[in-house]
T-cell receptor, first 114, second 116 residues
Framework: AQSVSQHNHHVILSEAASLELGCNYSYGGTVNLFWYVQYPGQHLQLLLKYFSGDPLVKGIKGFEAEFIKSKFSFNLRKPSVQWSDTAEYFCAVNCSGGYNKLIFGAGTRLAVHP | DSGVTQTPKHLITATGQRVTLRCSPRSGDLSVYWYQQSLDQGLQFLIQYYNGEERAKGNILERFSAQQFPDLHSELNLSSLELGDSALYFC???????????????FGPGTRLTVL
């Protein structure tokens, strides 16, 4: 069965530190990949997505992610985090033939200290 | 604001009861998805409807059912509620697809269900 693994459950950073959140998926076919963010008390918002083409994708708020097919990975990065990035981050995958349903990772809670 | 609306925002009920959660998709979207977010299970796909028809099922319990109406709004019915059903229930919608392509999902604010 398809699955998504997020390596870090909790990450604590100081402002201006660099961020990298790991995401690996298990599925041998074509995938669409996503990172969603959930700010405290809010709904899920799409940060960025990869469907095809350039494996380095840029999203909103300075986030980017790199799809490495050989490693089944889609890691999220930001060069310099801000206090307002404190949130929970979810990696998700949609597998071909999976009717659009999203399979989510367990999420990573990021706390950024001023 | 994603354009997806969900009511109610909060629901508190007792074990054994039945509740209905409502979702209105973005204008023009034909697909509606339901997800459950709980502390122990994380975010899990429950069910998808497309233009009134069930399209895909995930880890949805038999006590749960859903439907999508002609005006495209959807309802998720949860019955014989148990303590473990306490969770945040999200609805998402996406635009019509063609040729098997995928369109991103937009999530509503969720309904927080507490079963006492």
């Amino acid at each position: 069965a398809q699955s998504v693994s997020q390596h870090n459950h909790h990450v604590i950073l100081s402002e201006a530190a660099s961020l990298e959140l790991g995401c690996n998926y298990s599925y041998g076919g074509t995938v669409n990949l996503f990172w969603y963010v959930q700010y405290p008390g809010q709904h899920l918002q799409l940060l960025l997505k990869y469907f095809s083409g350039d494996p380095l994708v840029k999203g909103i708020k300075g986030f980017e992610a790199e799809f490495i097919k050989s490693k089944f990975s889609f890691n999220l990065r930001k060069p310099s985090v801000q206090w307002s990035d404190t949130a929970e981050y979810f990696c998700a995958v949609n597998c071909s033939g999976g009717y659009n349903k999203l399979i989510f990772g367990a999420g990573t809670r990021l706390a950024v200290h001023p | 604001d994603s354009g997806v609306t969900q009511t109610p925002k909060h629901l508190i009920t007792a074990t054994g009861q039945r509740v209905t959660l409502r979702c209105s998709p973005r204008s023009g979207d034909l697909s509606v998805y339901w997800y459950q977010q709980s502390l122990d299970q994380g975010l899990q796909f429950l069910i998808q409807y497309y233009n009134g028809e069930e399209r895909a099922k995930g880890n949805i319990l038999e006590r749960f059912s859903a439907q999508q109406f002609p005006d495209l709004h959807s309802e998720l019915n949860l019955s014989s509620l148990e303590l473990g059903d306490s969770a945040l229930y999200f609805c998402a919608s996406s635009a019509p697809t063609s040729g098997g392509s995928y369109n991103e999902q937009f999530f509503g604010p969720g309904t927080r269900l507490t079963v006492l």
